[in-house]
């Protein structure tokens, strides 16, 4: 399944040097500048998250609907005490400009954020923001037209006392065959430290 959408399919991460992005459903850094590339990157624009994923989110994200994946057959925001509407519940004027909607599958998730970005100017792309078993899904489903990678300066498995209790999400891994690194749009050094850590940017588009 190529993505067929005039509006871009993007996938946004960013993982220390071995590939972790997260441990026990958190993430395992602070790099307030990373987090100011991802929200210039994706403000306007609809993400696609998993639940695990929403669920760790502090609230809703400014200016972005997130479109949260889940089998489950009704999700309640876990801080904010609301049911997250479904396209059934969709209010004839679209999807609200933040906030969060539930999507039952990817498909789903990518038909609501193609049909939310015909109607927002501000949507140049589809972004699909985690985490490891979305990416995983939608690397396997060929659905993005580019990665845009954030590799934090650590390694963040090196400096903890493993637990045997810990779940760890790792990246996807990406094939030299399909995807090649955009000089323009990369790093060739580390920007500057942001608080835990340096960090550095690698753009992956279609061969
Ligand atoms: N470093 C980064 O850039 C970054 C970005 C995002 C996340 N993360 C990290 O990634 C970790 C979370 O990843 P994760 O793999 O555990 O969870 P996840 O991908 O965020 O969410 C998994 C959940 O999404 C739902 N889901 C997945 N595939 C689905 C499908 N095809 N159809 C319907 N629902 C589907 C299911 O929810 P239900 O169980 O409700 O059915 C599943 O349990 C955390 O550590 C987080 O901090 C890191």
């Not at 067929?4 to 960013?14: D, E, F, R, Y």
């Not at 969060?100 to 699909?128: E, N, Q």
Request: net charge negative; hydrophobic share 40%; glycine share 6%.
């Amino acid at each position: 399944m190529r993505s067929l959408s005039p509006v871009p399919v993007g996938m946004i991460w960013a993982q220390d040097e071995a590939g972790v992005l997260g441990v026990n459903d958190h993430m395992a850094w602070h790099v307030p500048d990373d987090f100011k590339h991802f929200k210039a990157s994706t403000i306007g624009c609809p993400l696609v998250m998993g639940r695990t994923t929403f669920e760790s989110l502090a609230g809703f994200l400014s200016g972005r609907l997130c479109i949260v994946m889940t089998r489950q057959e009704s999700l309640t925001h876990p801080k904010l005490g609301e049911a997250l509407p479904v396209a059934q519940d969709r209010p004839d004027e679209g999807w609200p400009e933040e906030g969060a909607v539930r999507a039952t599958s990817l498909d789903d998730a990518l038909t609501i954020a193609r049909d939310y970005c015909g109607t927002h100017a501000s949507a140049h792309h589809v972004w699909i923001a985690g985490g490891a078993a979305v990416y995983r899904e939608a690397i396997e489903a060929d659905v993005a037209d580019e990665l845009v990678v954030s590799t934090i300066d650590l390694d963040v498995l090196a400096h903890r006392e493993a637990s045997p209790e810990d779940h760890v999400a790792y990246a996807p891994l990406i094939d030299a065959e399909v995807w090649h690194r955009d000089p323009k749009r990369s790093d060739d050094h580390w920007r500057p430290m942001s608080k835990d850590a340096a960090w550095r940017v690698t753009t992956w588009v279609r061969r």
